[in-house]
């Protein structure tokens, strides 16, 4: 992992310490840990069993906009990356289906980021009213597999899910990281290793700061010196007096095609983008 997206999970790992982590009762034989989920929702419930996720199928509200089935199909694509076993993403809910994963269109509450969750012998039912509330439930789900789920070249495994009810809404609907690309450039490789970290933790605002007087970091096709002058300085201070440089330029900046990348790779994430354009001064 690279070093911007560490600095994130460090981040993160701290609000752990911070956060509550409700243990079940009586016994909790699968990895032997607590329920643990961060941020830690309003209200959890946990019961004796587990759902097997391995090759459930998925079935996705056909009152929720198109772009759900993408939210189902990139949770159900990750379980056969790491257990080799498919699960078909299907629009509609029917009425008898046995059991898998569902998700439904429903009220729950004033914030558009909260969702409902059963998991029982009948299978895994998100209640959600849109594609936020849906997303968050999926990152729980997530977070409550084992760690294996996130290994890279993890293959082979079956993945079960403790029988619980959650409700959640987040109590700040603004949850935000910034990163200052203006003063060091990260590429669009990394950004999107960021915000895969961000979108785990259900952080769904991300502040890019493109321009400063440290470099001017995003295309503009009329007026193109912006990129091949601004976006490259001269030397960097390296400590904390102005006469600590290292005298090696440096530089970079992303095209308007890579900015539209990366804008698309968050909105399927639940993230906004808020890009930062400043004029010399910090104005």
Same mark, same amino acid.
């Given at each position: 992992?690279?070093?911007?997206?560490?600095?994130?999970?460090?981040?993160?790992?701290?609000?752990?310490?911070?956060?509550?982590?409700?243990?079940?009762?009586?016994?909790?034989?699968?990895?032997?840990?607590?329920?643990?989920?961060?941020?830690?929702?309003?209200?959890?419930?946990?019961?004796?069993?587990?759902?097997?996720? *391995?090759?459930?199928?998925?079935?996705?509200?056909?009152? $929720?906009? /198109?772009?759900? %089935? @993408?939210?189902?199909? =990139?949770?159900?694509?990750?379980?056969?990356?790491?257990?080799?076993?498919?699960?078909?993403?299907?629009?509609?809910?029917?009425?008898?289906?046995?059991?898998?994963?569902?998700?439904?269109?429903?009220?729950?509450?004033?914030?558009?980021?909260?969702?409902?969750?059963?998991?029982?012998?009948?299978?895994?039912?998100?209640?959600?009213?849109?594609?936020?509330?849906?997303?968050?439930?999926?990152? *729980?789900?997530?977070?409550?597999?084992?760690?294996?789920? $996130?290994? /890279?070249?993890? %293959? @082979?495994?079956?993945? =079960?899910?403790?029988?619980?009810?959650?409700?959640?809404?987040?109590?700040?609907?603004?949850?935000?990281?910034?990163?200052?690309?203006?003063?060091?450039?990260?590429?669009?490789?990394?950004?999107?290793?960021?915000?895969?970290?961000?979108?785990?933790?259900?952080?769904?605002?991300?502040?890019?700061?493109?321009?400063?007087?440290?470099?001017?970091?995003?295309?503009?096709?009329?007026?193109?010196?912006?990129?091949?002058?601004?976006?490259?300085?001269?030397?960097?201070?390296?400590?904390?007096?102005?006469?600590?440089?290292?005298?090696?330029?440096?530089?970079?900046?992303?095209?308007?095609?890579?900015?539209?990348?990366?804008?698309?790779?968050?909105?399927?994430?639940?993230?906004?983008?808020?890009?930062?354009?400043?004029?010399?001064?910090?104005?």
């Amino acid at each position: 992992m690279q070093k911007s997206a560490k600095l994130i999970l460090c981040a993160f790992a701290f609000a752990a310490a911070l956060s509550c982590s409700p243990r079940p009762s009586g016994d909790f034989p699968f990895e032997d840990v607590p329920f643990s989920v961060i941020p830690c929702p309003s209200g959890v419930s946990l019961a004796d069993g587990y759902f097997e996720l *391995t090759g459930a199928d998925f079935y996705v509200d056909r009152s $929720f906009e /198109p772009e759900a %089935a @993408g939210v189902a199909a =990139r949770f159900a694509g990750r379980l056969r990356e790491v257990s080799g076993f498919r699960s078909r993403v299907r629009r509609g809910v029917p009425a008898s289906f046995g059991k898998g994963v569902r998700f439904l269109k429903g009220e729950t509450g004033e914030s558009p980021d909260a969702y409902t969750l059963h998991i029982g012998e009948d299978g895994v039912t998100v209640v959600a009213a849109g594609l936020s509330g849906m997303h968050n439930a999926v990152q *729980t789900i997530s977070q409550m597999l084992p760690a294996s789920y $996130f290994a /890279p070249g993890t %293959a @082979g495994q079956r993945y =079960r899910v403790r029988y619980a009810d959650i409700q959640d809404s987040p109590r700040f609907r603004y949850r935000g990281v910034l990163i200052d690309c203006g003063r060091h450039f990260f590429p669009v490789e990394e950004i999107k290793r960021c915000l895969d970290v961000m979108s785990l933790y259900k952080v769904n605002r991300f502040h890019w700061h493109l321009t400063e007087d440290q470099g001017w970091r995003i295309e503009i096709k009329k007026y193109p010196r912006l990129t091949e002058i601004g976006s490259v300085r001269r030397e960097t201070q390296v400590a904390h007096w102005r006469d600590s440089l290292d005298h090696q330029p440096y530089g970079g900046y992303y095209t308007q095609e890579q900015i539209r990348d990366v804008v698309a790779y968050a909105a399927a994430r639940g993230i906004t983008v808020i890009p930062e354009i400043d004029l010399p001064g910090h104005m």
